[in-house]
């Protein structure tokens, strides 16, 4: 499985960015898909998960309200939709991929497959 991530780029605090994530499988509805972000010298933190039919969405505490993650199984992709965005929201994100059950979801190492990530920069 191949997840290519894009959308990503600069905006001032209190904008917004659209990310999506691309897949390349025909077992794409069968994941859970993830979204992460990671900012120098921090390590990889949870922002949002959705179930494989798009029933059930997960966010991190950080971004609850503000972001909004969604997907289209008929396109293989899954978005993340960031509004009032902050400077701490400045980081690479990344989108992952995950059949082992929604209890790992916020978990970095239970993700089968990630994307290459895609940077984000809000200014003040």
């Known amino acids: 499985v191949q997840l290519q991530a894009c959308g990503g780029g600069l905006v001032q605090a209190g904008g917004s960015l659209r990310l999506s994530c691309a897949a390349s499988?025909?077992?794409?509805?069968?994941?859970?898909m993830g979204w992460f972000r990671q900012a120098p010298g921090k390590e990889r933190e949870f922002v949002g998960a959705?179930?494989?039919?798009?029933?059930?969405?997960d966010y991190g505490d950080s971004v609850q309200g503000r972001f909004t993650i969604s997907r289209d199984n008929a396109k293989n992709t899954v978005y993340l939709q960031m509004n009032s965005l902050k400077p701490e929201d400045t980081a690479v994100y990344y989108c992952?991929?995950?059949?082992?059950?929604?209890?790992?979801?916020?978990?970095?190492?239970?993700?089968?497959?990630w994307g290459q990530g895609t940077e984000v920069t809000v200014s003040s």
């Open positions: 959705i179930s494989a039919r798009g029933f059930s969405t």
């Open positions: 499988t025909r077992t794409f509805i069968t994941y859970i």
């Open positions: 992952g991929a995950v059949s082992s059950g929604w209890y790992g979801r916020q978990v970095a190492d239970s993700y089968d497959y």
